[in-house]
């Protein structure tokens, strides 16, 4: 009858005497993987223009069909940009296809993971939330 008080007083001491496994979530962020994959986010050249050039691919290869609308627009030298992009993140699975069928490397899933909202109206991404936040 001792015995087992004794091995629950041994693991309750071991357990007061180690490094948490625990983090302080809201203070500290968890470190996420090198191949973690998060909020997708269009790439912009050093001018500030966005690199997609509205091929549709990644629209195409979508298994979810999360990526909603890309028009397409023409500029003054030929070159094709998207004048709307909508990605609906309530649909994505993160999968990673757009970025891999992308031949412009436009799209890429960042690293940031704190997606919830109380409003799935904010979950529907246009062309100015994909763009790289700082």
Known sequence: MILPLLKGLGTTFKAIFSKPVTILYPEQKRPVYDRFRGRPELQLYDNGKVKCVA??????????????VIEPAEGSYGEKYPVEFIIDLTRCIFCGFCQEACPKAAISLNKEYELAQYDKKLLIYNIDMLKPKG
């Open 55 to 68: 091929c549709t691919l990644c629209k195409t290869v979508c298994p979810s069909q999360a990526i909603r």
